[in-house]
């Protein structure tokens, strides 16, 4: 895959040039007029425009209010490379997503910029137009359709036009050559006519590069420019980015809603795999593979790596290695989430029985989980507290250890912020935000997340575990190697929550019912 001539082939090549090597080009005149000549037209229809479009409107004239007269620049990212000249499928930024509706693998380099105009003369009557920039599809006849590997149409298919951006997302569009200059334009001290400008930044460092280099050019005396103050301007754009996302649009519903039922048939191939996984020496991988080949099938991809634990695996909080063998008479803890072609992910967790039964101890600590989720729903509640949710859950917890005779002090002292002794099998949180991200609005302040009130709209985990690993000399043997987590998304609403992932059982009799019915059918389809 080469983009530049190999004509040289010298010791003195550069290295990064000769991933080049493997191949020549053609560079003759005549090729190049060949390549260009006799292609049927492409197609010139338009698409639709989206149904996100009005909803990315309202969510940019929401930030345009927030930051008026500034120019505010909101990068997709560029590719990332993983090695030589293979990249990463690309996912663009998740506020750059969210202000442009745009998900898939739309659009390595994009930039969205939001140009700051007289108050009301913006989109939608906000204080700012809002401009697409992109590298767009080019045409036939030219060198980049068939030598571009990262871009060009014979290489990766046809990327869409700025005609075509334009009618889907109803958001004016503009060549990527033209960014640098959108950018950097009048940019200046605002008491002399200039405009300030706001990145959200660690997303694509030659943007970086760009706002740095113009604020230190226009400053009015660069020796004492702060870069502090300006980190921080920066920083109340991408905290705004992350506060705006905490109340999803009815358009995002659906999307969460989406992304939940593909998680929910990923896990019925989870269990149909699990007679394969029983007898596969790396039968977690045959796990995470039968979801993945779900999430692919019915979405963009995963949300976040799929944790595949069985028996004392499961008591590692993020065991996404998933290397281990699946036996009969362990727990599997499967914390897996569909990406909806949106982006919008599910976050789901269900620990099951390996051969569909419980054993008494596994259904004792499965139904002290399950008692500390519901807990946590009963906790969720307009107007409460996010906080609540996981006190609610982790006192259960606590007092449940101790009924046990596991905690080494009373459950008062334990639940006390002196104590917390109960979070020795429980030590994460018990919800998250969830939405474009799996752990969403990752830059809101505490105030408004943590210690943040619950409202309509509100997508989020309750999520409560215990976990006993077979190395913990403060618990019973016949505790030892068993990890339980029980996971849900719940959208909260004016009538209290609502549980999305209902659609998987929480009991444990309805799995194994759940469970049994489905290796019948697999039985007689056989
Ligand atoms: N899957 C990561 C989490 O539950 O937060
Ligand atoms: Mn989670
Ligand atoms: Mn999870």
Same mark, same amino acid.
């Given at each position: 895959?080469?983009?530049?001539?190999?004509?040289?082939?010298?010791?003195?090549?550069?290295?990064?040039?000769?991933?080049?090597?493997?191949?020549?080009?053609?560079?003759?005149?005549?090729?190049?007029?060949?390549?260009?000549?006799?292609?049927?037209?492409?197609?010139?229809?338009?698409?639709?425009?989206?149904?996100?479009?009005?909803?990315?409107?309202?969510?940019?004239?929401?930030?345009?209010?927030?930051?008026?007269?500034?120019?505010?620049?909101?990068?997709?990212?560029?590719?990332?490379?993983?090695?030589?000249?293979?990249?990463?499928?690309?996912?663009?930024?998740?506020?750059?997503?969210?202000?442009?509706?745009?998900?898939?693998?739309?659009?390595?380099?994009?930039?969205?910029?939001?140009?700051?105009?007289?108050?009301?003369?913006?989109?939608?009557?906000?204080?700012?137009?809002?401009?697409?920039?992109?590298?767009?599809?080019?045409?036939?006849?030219?060198?980049?359709?068939?030598?571009?590997?990262?871009?060009?149409?014979?290489?990766?298919?046809?990327?869409?036009?700025?005609?075509?951006?334009?009618?889907?997302?109803?958001?004016?569009?503009?060549?990527?050559?033209?960014?640098?200059?959108?950018?950097?334009?009048?940019?200046?001290?605002?008491?002399?006519?200039?405009?300030?400008?706001?990145?959200?930044?660690?997303?694509?460092?030659?943007?970086?590069?760009?706002?740095?280099?113009?604020?230190?050019?226009?400053?009015?005396?660069?020796?004492?420019?702060?870069?502090?103050?300006?980190?921080?301007?920066?920083?109340?754009?991408?905290?705004?980015?992350?506060?705006?996302?905490?109340?999803?649009?009815?358009?995002?519903?659906?999307?969460?809603?989406?992304?939940?039922?593909?998680?929910?048939?990923?896990?019925?191939?989870?269990?149909?795999?699990?007679?394969?996984?029983?007898?596969?020496?790396?039968?977690?991988?045959?796990?995470?593979?039968?979801?993945?080949?779900?999430?692919?099938?019915?979405?963009?991809?995963?949300?976040?790596?799929?944790?595949?634990?069985?028996?004392?695996?499961?008591?590692?909080?993020?065991?996404?290695?998933?290397?281990?063998?699946?036996?009969?008479? &362990?727990?599997?803890?499967?914390?897996?989430?569909? !990406?909806? %072609?949106? =982006?919008? #992910? /599910?976050?789901?967790?269900?620990? *099951?029985?390996?051969?569909?039964?419980?054993?008494?101890?596994?259904?004792?600590?499965?139904?002290?989980?399950?008692?500390?989720?519901?807990?946590?729903?009963?906790?969720?509640?307009?107007?409460?507290?996010?906080?609540?949710?996981?006190?609610?859950?982790?006192?259960?917890?606590?007092?449940?250890?101790?009924?046990?005779?596991?905690?080494?002090?009373?459950?008062?002292?334990?639940?006390?912020?002196?104590?917390?002794?109960?979070?020795?099998?429980?030590?994460?949180?018990?919800?998250?935000?969830?939405?474009?991200?799996?752990?969403?609005?990752?830059?809101?302040?505490?105030?408004?997340?943590?210690?943040?009130?619950?409202?309509?709209?509100?997508?989020?985990?309750?999520?409560?575990?215990?976990?006993?690993?077979?190395?913990?000399?403060?618990?019973?043997? &016949?505790?030892?190697?068993?990890?339980?987590?029980? !996971?849900? %998304?719940? =959208?909260? #609403? /004016?009538?209290?929550?609502?549980? *999305?992932?209902?659609?998987?059982?929480?009991?444990?009799?309805?799995?194994?019912?759940?469970?049994?019915?489905?290796?019948?059918?697999?039985?007689?389809?056989?």
């Amino acid at each position: 895959m080469n983009v530049a001539d190999n004509t040289q082939n010298s010791a003195s090549q550069p290295l990064d040039e000769r991933v080049n090597n493997r191949s020549q080009r053609p560079s003759s005149d005549a090729f190049k007029a060949f390549m260009a000549s006799n292609w049927a037209p492409s197609n010139q229809e338009l698409p639709a425009r989206d149904a996100v479009a009005d909803f990315a409107a309202t969510r940019r004239a929401a930030i345009s209010a927030k930051f008026p007269g500034e120019r505010l620049v909101i990068p997709a990212g560029p590719l990332k490379v993983r090695s030589n000249d293979c990249d990463y499928r690309f996912r663009p930024h998740s506020a750059f997503a969210h202000l442009t509706g745009l998900g898939l693998d739309h659009e390595p380099d994009a930039v969205l910029i939001l140009d700051p105009v007289a108050e009301g003369m913006g989109d939608g009557g906000a204080h700012h137009s809002a401009t697409l920039y992109f590298r767009p599809l080019a045409g036939r006849d030219t060198e980049q359709f068939y030598a571009d590997s990262r871009s060009g149409e014979f290489w990766i298919g046809a990327r869409p036009t700025l005609a075509e951006f334009e009618a889907k997302l109803g958001l004016p569009t503009a060549h990527i050559d033209g960014l640098e200059t959108a950018i950097t334009k009048n940019v200046g001290a605002t008491e002399i006519g200039g405009t300030s400008v706001r990145l959200v930044r660690k997303v694509d460092e030659n943007i970086d590069a760009l706002v740095d280099t113009v604020r230190y050019n226009t400053a009015k005396d660069p020796d004492t420019l702060d870069l502090a103050v300006l980190d921080a301007l920066d920083e109340k754009l991408s905290e705004a980015l992350s506060e705006l996302r905490l109340i999803k649009d009815s358009w995002e519903i659906e999307q969460m809603e989406i992304a939940v039922a593909a998680t929910v048939e990923g896990f019925e191939e989870v269990v149909k795999s699990l007679p394969r996984a029983l007898t596969h020496v790396r039968g977690e991988r045959v796990i995470e593979g039968a979801f993945f080949a779900r999430a692919r099938e019915a979405g963009n991809e995963l949300g976040y790596d799929t944790i595949a634990a069985a028996g004392n695996n499961a008591t590692v909080l993020h065991w996404t290695r998933n290397t281990g063998t699946v036996s009969a008479g &362990e727990l599997l803890l499967l914390d897996a989430g569909v !990406e909806a %072609d949106s =982006l919008y #992910t /599910a976050d789901v967790t269900r620990t *099951l029985p390996v051969n569909g039964t419980f054993n008494e101890v596994q259904r004792k600590i499965y139904q002290a989980v399950l008692d500390s989720a519901d807990a946590g729903f009963a906790a969720a509640q307009p107007g409460t507290k996010f906080r609540d949710i996981h006190t609610a859950a982790t006192t259960v917890l606590a007092e449940r250890l101790d009924s046990w005779g596991l905690l080494p002090v009373s459950v008062e002292e334990a639940i006390s912020p002196e104590g917390q002794q109960h979070r020795r099998w429980m030590p994460h949180g018990t919800s998250h935000h969830l939405g474009l991200d799996v752990h969403d609005c990752a830059q809101a302040k505490r105030e408004l997340y943590l210690d943040g009130i619950l409202e309509e709209g509100m997508v989020f985990t309750i999520e409560p575990g215990l976990y006993f690993k077979s190395e913990d000399l403060a618990i019973p043997e &016949e505790y030892r190697g068993i990890g339980v987590r029980i !996971e849900d %998304d719940i =959208l909260m #609403t /004016a009538n209290g929550p609502v549980n *999305l992932s209902a659609g998987l059982p929480r009991e444990a009799t309805e799995i194994e019912d759940w469970m049994a019915g489905i290796f019948q059918a697999a039985d007689a389809g056989k």
